[in-house]
Nanobody, 115 residues
Framework: QVQLVESGGGLVQPGGSLSLSCAAS????????MGWYRQAPGKQRELVAH???????NYAASVKGRFTISRDNARHTVYLRMNSLKPEDTAVYYC?????????WGQGTQVTVSS
């Protein structure tokens, strides 16, 4: 069993920054790669950024150059640094394995970008 807990969301003005954290516990050795996903109101959940099993990173075109995924293996934590935030980045952000595993979805953390 794997537990993923996201934190760090909040309300930020356009152009601002936020850092999200995802703490993993349980049978994390079963996870080869992690990713960040988001779901905006009325839209499907989408992939934002992820690590590959080889350790490289990939980003959605909409966030490339603004978001950075990183990790601390010793702390079993994955981070998402978000800069130059836009109103269209407003969503609930989740972490999960990449590709995602249905049973690993947590509660997510709300990010709202608004003036």
């Amino acid at each position: 069993q794997v537990q993923l807990v996201e934190s760090g969301g909040g309300l930020v003005q356009p152009g601002g920054s936020l850092s999200l954290s995802c703490a993993a516990s349980g049978s994390i050795s079963s996870i080869y790669a992690m990713g960040w996903y988001r779901q905006a109101p009325g839209k499907q959940r989408e992939l934002v950024a992820h690590f590959t099993s080889g350790g490289s990173t990939n980003y959605a075109a909409s966030v490339k150059g603004r978001f950075t995924i990183s990790r601390d293996n010793a702390r079993h934590t994955v981070y998402l640094r978000m800069n130059s935030l836009k109103p269209e980045d407003t969503a609930v952000y989740y972490c999960n394995a990449f590709p995602p595993v249905r049973n690993y979805w947590g509660q997510g953390t709300q990010v709202t970008v608004s003036s």
